[in-house]
Each structure stands twice: as C-alpha cells, then as structure tokens.
C-alpha cells in the first residue's frame, strides 16, 4: 500500500518520481514492510479505519502479502501508520506495478498524511523471548 502524497507508485522504474523509488531500488533479499501515514479528517472520524478495512479486504490472497496492520497514535489519535509485510521485494514490486494495485488502494490516498512520506524497509536482523532468530525472517 505505499503511494507517494500525489497518488504515484512507490516503486522503481515508475514514470514519475517517487519518495521510495530510490529504498527499491536497493534490492534486498527477506521480508519487507512497507508504512504509510495517514490522517482522519476532522469531518470524518473513522475514516481512515473504513478505508484501511476496504483495501485489506480486496488484497486477501495478493501473492506476496504476509499480512498487513493498522496502527493508531496513541499521543495523537487522529494518526496512523499502515504496515504491510511481504515475502520478498520482488513479489512487493511486482503487485505494486501491476494494474490493480491503484485501484484497491484508491480509498486510502486521499488520506495519507501529507507531511509523513511511505517508506520501505527490508529485514536485517530479529530478536525473539529467547534471543536472536538464526534468520532475519525468523518469525
């Protein structure tokens, strides 16, 4: 679910420039998770619940997506961030160029916070009760 504020995809090799093109393009074995930031409108409490459940909805099933979370500020509770986790950056790029990437994430656009920019991050290291993971993706 990684868009720039302007709608753009997130990904290299888009036509326009992106906030992450240049994370992508440092291809990396292991999971990824993707964040965004977003905001309800002070005119539509709940609106960025609605959405995230909308678009999650239709992305059960994407090859690649281990799963996703909404997370809600617990200072400022009008924000939040969403997670997205996938199995590899090949299979993330793959959906996110692909055609129905815009429009099952269209709901959440035109909340996302315009002072945040969605990043990605690739797994490098995991630490569980009992220590470290002998594999980032140790989970």
Same mark, same amino acid.
């Given at each position: 679910?990684a %868009? ?8 290299a ?13 440092? %291809? ?5 998770r ?5 905001? @309800?409108? $002070?005119?539509?409490?709940?609106? *960025?619940?609605?959405?995230? /459940? %909308? ?5 059960v ?9 909404l ?11 969403? *997670?997205s986790?996938?199995?590899?950056? $090949?299979?993330? *790029? !793959?959906? %996110?160029?692909?055609? @129905? /990437?815009?429009p ?9 916070d ?12 995991a630490?569980?009760? @009992?220590?470290? =993971? !002998?594999?980032? @993706?140790? =989970?």
């Amino acid at each position: 679910m990684a %868009e720039s504020s302007t709608g753009e995809s997130a990904v290299a090799g888009s036509p326009a420039s992106s906030p992450v093109e240049a994370e992508v393009e440092a %291809e990396a074995g292991g999971r990824v998770r993707v964040m965004l930031w977003a905001v @309800d409108p $002070a005119e539509d409490q709940g609106a *960025v619940e609605r959405a995230y /459940h %909308e678009i999650s909805s239709k992305l059960v099933g994407t090859p690649g997506l281990l799963g996703n979370r909404l997370l809600r500020s617990a200072a400022e509770p009008t924000k939040f961030a969403v *997670v997205s986790e996938w199995a590899s950056m $090949a299979e993330f *790029v !793959t959906w %996110e160029r692909g055609a @129905d /990437h815009k429009p099952a994430t269209s709901p959440l656009r035109p909340l996302q916070d315009p002072a945040m920019r969605a990043t990605i991050f690739t797994e490098v290291a995991a630490y569980g009760p @009992d220590g470290p =993971f !002998t594999e980032p @993706d140790g =989970f």
